[in-house]
C-alpha cells in the first residue's frame, strides 16, 4: 500500500512535460508533485507511474517517494489559469503524489556525469518497460544531491493501452540510440546479469498491488482488478528474461543540433575524446 494523503494547497503548475502536473501540499506537511486523473491519457498515466516508480526503486534505482493524494477540486478555486481548473475539476478523488524533491535539477548529459555501471541499470530498466520518455531532449532524470533520480513513467508500457497486444510486447526490442544515457557507455550486459534476475514474480506482485483498485476497474477483457494486476506482472516478467540481449545502442546521430552553448560543448567534445 502506499502512503495516503489529501492536498491542502495547489502551489503551481509545472509546465516543462506537457501533461500539467502540480506541485502541492498535503496533510503530512510534505510538499509533491501531482499527477492528475484527470490529465491527457488518465489514470494509465498513473497506474504506469506507480508500477514502473515501484519496480525502479525494488531494483535499487532512485526514485522519489510516491503516495496516493485525494484531491477536493475546491482548493484550485484561486488558480487564474482555466486549464489548471479544468483538470483539478476533472481529478476529483484519488491521484498519484510524488515527494518533491526541492532544489533538484534536471539532467543535463552536457553538464553531468553518470558511469557505465549506472547508465546501464536505466537503459536496462527502460527497456524492460518500454520508456520512450527518457530521450536526449526530454530526459526525464533529476540530479539532487548529487545523484541520479528517476521521474515520469507515465510514457511506459505501450501494451498497457491494448490489452491484446500484450503477449507480442513481451519479446519486443528496445531502441535505446535516442537514449539520454546513451553516450556513457552504458554497461548493459552487467545491468542485465545484475536486475534481470531480481526481477521476481514475488517482487512483481509485491508492485503492482500498490496501484488502487480504482485505477484498475472497469478494464475492458479482465475480470476485476487482480486480474489486470496479473496481465502486469506477466508482460513484465517475460520481457525481464530477455530485453537484455534486445536493445540496440546506436550512437546518437550526429545531426541532432545541441542546444547547449558553446563552451558546454567543448567540454563534451572533450569528454568524447577521451573515451
Ligand atoms: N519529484 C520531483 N521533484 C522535483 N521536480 C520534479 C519532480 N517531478 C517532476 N519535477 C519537475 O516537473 C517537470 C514535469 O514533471 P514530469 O513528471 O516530467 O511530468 P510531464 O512530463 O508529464 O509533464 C519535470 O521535468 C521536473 O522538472
Ligand atoms: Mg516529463
Redesign the pocket.
Known amino acids: 500500500m502506499l502512503p495516503e494523503v489529501t492536498a491542502t494547497r495547489y502551489v503551481t503548475p509545472?509546465?516543462?512535460?506537457?501533461?500539467?502536473?502540480g506541485?502541492v501540499e498535503a496533510d503530512d506537511l510534505g510538499t509533491?508533485?501531482m499527477?492528475f486523473t484527470g490529465?491527457g491519457q488518465g489514470r494509465k498515466?498513473l497506474v504506469a507511474?506507480v508500477v514502473c516508480g515501484q519496480l525502479a526503486r525494488g531494483l535499487g534505482l532512485r526514485v522519489?517517494e510516491l503516495a496516493v493524494i485525494e484531491l477536493d477540486p475546491v482548493i484550485g478555486r484561486g488558480e487564474p489559469d482555466p486549464e489548471v481548473q479544468a483538470l483539478l475539476k476533472a481529478s476529483g478523488g484519488l491521484n498519484l503524489a510524488?515527494?518533491?524533491?526541492?532544489g533538484?535539477l534536471?539532467f543535463d548529459p552536457l553538464a553531468f556525469e553518470t558511469d557505465p555501471a549506472e547508465a546501464g541499470r536505466v537503459v536496462w530498466f527502460d527497456a524492460l518497460v518500454g520508456n520512450v520518455?527518457r530521450s536526449w531532449r526530454?530526459p526525464?532524470l533529476?540530479v539532487?544531491h548529487g545523484q541520479l533520480?528517476l521521474?515520469?513513467h507515465?510514457?511506459t508500457m505501450i501494451w498497457h493501452h491494448n490489452w491484446p497486444t500484450a503477449a507480442a510486447a513481451a519479446g519486443r526490442a528496445y531502441d535505446a540510440s535516442d537514449h539520454v544515457l546513451a553516450s556513457f557507455a552504458p554497461d548493459i550486459a552487467a545491468a542485465a546479469a545484475e536486475l534481470a534476475p531480481r526481477v521476481t514474480e514475488e517482487l512483481l506482485t509485491a508492485v503492482v498491488s500498490d496501484v488502487p483498485d480504482e485505477w484498475l476497474e472497469g478494464e475492458p477483457g479482465f475480470d476485476g482488478p487482480d486480474a489486470v494486476r496479473r496481465a502486469y506482472v506477466d508482460v513484465l516478467l517475460e520481457r525481464a528474461a530477455g530485453i537484455g540481449g534486445r536493445i540496440t545502442l546506436g550512437e546518437r546521430s550526429a545531426e541532432k543540433p545541441s542546444q547547449a552553448p558553446e563552451w558546454v560543448r567543448v567540454r563534451l567534445d572533450g569528454r568524447a575524446g577521451k573515451k
Open positions: 509545472l509546465r516543462e512535460g506537457g501533461s500539467l502536473p506541485i509533491y508533485v499527477k490529465a498515466t507511474e522519489p510524488m515527494d518533491f524533491l526541492p533538484a534536471g520518455d526530454n526525464n533529476l539532487w533520480w521521474i515520469d507515465g510514457a
